[in-house]
């Protein structure tokens, strides 16, 4: 099935510093949701932007939704230890069926 | 309140058996989703269950693959036959509603998934 373009696939990282991932599709979508995944878990919900432009925080986290409706960016500021984990896209298009199409995901590695 | 609930957690069985993976999801969502998480991937939709509306089962691989929704909650994913290359993650997901009028209502929870290993 389909699948969006995330990058980059791997990220090592200090502690404190900020973090930037990105994901590109070839279909425009009116919602775009990020998620992470920590092992042996399902993805939780982290942000979801319903507006082309939209910019919207939760704590150190940041994310917006491209004007073409074709991507979306996420920041992660000042990373700590619990930040450690798989962070996906996903986009939505609402209809009727609603499902979401995933990225291939961004694998986060926090050294101290 | 509990979440989106699955099991068994883990499952390992040997080529050519049928599987049965269950979903329980949050109650009161109308909408019901099937995925699965190859190793290493992101996530592939498998089915979707609307209220009592016909299912949306583009995504499945084959016809070895079926799903159903009794009473408009739980809901099980069988697999027959089963292959090694059916060896991944499901995981279910339901949301309050679905479709063009749900207006935000969409977001999809997940439950923590199946691990499925073929031998």
């Known amino acids: 099935g389909q699948q969006l373009n995330q990058s980059p696939q791997s990220m090592f990282i200090q502690e404190g510093e900020d973090v930037s991932m990105n994901c590109t599709s070839s279909?425009?979508?009116?919602?775009w949701l990020w998620y992470k995944q920590d092992p042996g878990e399902g993805p939780v919900l982290l942000i979801a932007?319903?507006?082309?432009?939209e910019l919207t925080s939760n704590g150190r986290l940041t994310a917006q939704f491209g004007i073409t409706r074709k991507d979306s960016f996420l920041n992660i500021s000042a990373s700590i230890p619990s930040d450690v984990g798989i962070y996906f896209c996903?986009?939505?298009?609402?209809?009727?069926?609603?499902?979401?199409?995933f990225g291939t995901g961004t694998r986060l590695q926090v050294t101290l | 309140g509990a979440g989106v609930s699955q099991s068994p957690s883990n499952k390992v069985t040997e080529k050519g058996k049928d599987v049965e993976l269950r979903c329980d999801p949050i109650?009161?969502?109308?909408?019901l989703y099937w995925y699965r998480q190859s190793l290493g991937q992101g996530l592939e939709f498998l089915i979707y269950?609307?209220?009592?509306?016909?299912?949306?089962k583009s995504g499945l691989p084959s016809d070895r693959f079926s799903a159903e929704r009794t009473g408009g909650s739980v809901s099980t994913l069988t697999i027959q036959r089963t292959q090694q290359e059916d060896s991944a993650v499901y995981l279910c997901?339901?949301?309050?509603?679905?479709?063009?009028?749900?207006?935000?209502?969409?977001?999809?929870?997940f439950g923590p998934g199946t691990r499925l290993l073929v031998l």
């Open positions: 997901a339901s949301s309050p509603r679905a479709g063009p009028l749900a207006g935000g209502q969409e977001t999809q929870y």
């Open positions: 279909s425009i979508f009116n919602t």
């Open positions: 932007l319903y507006k082309a432009g």
């Open positions: 996903a986009g939505q298009y609402t209809g009727t069926a609603s499902k979401l199409t």
């Open positions: 109650s009161g969502h109308t909408a």
């Open positions: 269950f609307q209220g009592n509306s016909a299912p949306d």
